[in-house]
């Protein structure tokens, strides 16, 4: 996490999609590690929240992934422009490396990059249940912000009465049980 004493903090909290009346101090360290996951590229770990449930549907916010491991063209596209709405979501039944990977698209059909492993299985799941998310772009981020601040979007899908995001076994805490 940079320090709040940083010339480019201010920035730094736009790009994680804070709005400009949040970036005093109101703007919590945990907010900033959900959103910014707390990752260097020297890190072994990432800090993500769960989704938040409310009225039967969980919404996710997070950064797409993988944008680098696209043609050079839709890279260079999404370093300027923000994609068109709506965006749209696809089980990538493909990949070789993630068999839960969910793709996110433009309104034109371009990939805009994936959804974090960490939530790829719990929204892939769903979207196999016959859930349909519903994404809205929060905020684009054109250069010079690194290519994993991209896209941040926030993506809404109805979940089943009881449902519970992730398991010990999947995940660590921060916290120690009780």
């Known amino acids: 996490m940079i320090s709040r004493k940083r010339g480019d903090y201010a920035e730094h909290l736009l790009r994680m ?7 005093a101090h109101s703007v919590h360290a945990f907010d900033v590690l959900e959103r910014s996951n707390g990752r260097r590229l020297t ?7 769960p989704p938040q449930i409310k009225d039967g549907t969980a919404t996710f916010v997070l950064f797409t992934r993988g944008l680098r491991f ?8 999404w370093e300027h422009e923000p994609p068109p709405r709506p965006l749209s979501a696809r089980s990538d039944i493909h990949n070789a490396f993630d068999e839960y ?13 994936y ?15 016959g859930k349909l998310p ?7 981020n054109p250069l010079p912000a690194p290519v994993q601040e991209r896209i941040l979007v ?7 009465n009881e ?10 805490t921060l916290t120690p049980n009780s």
Not at 43 to 49: I, K, M, R, S, T
């Open 70 to 77: 696209r043609p050079v063209d839709v890279q260079q596209r």
């Open 163 to 172: 449902w519970e995001f992730g398991t010990e076994d999947e995940f660590g």
């Open 43 to 49: 890190d072994h770990f990432e800090v993500f929240a």
């Open 154 to 160: 926030q993506l809404g899908i109805p979940v089943p």
């Open 101 to 113: 990977a969910v793709m996110l698209y433009a309104a034109d059909g371009t990939p805009i990059g």
């Open 134 to 140: 519903a994404i809205k772009l929060l905020r684009h």
């Open 115 to 129: 959804v974090p492993r960490y939530y790829s299985a719990a929204v892939a799941n769903l979207m196999r249940a």
């Open 17 to 23: 999609g804070f709005v400009p009346g949040e970036l």
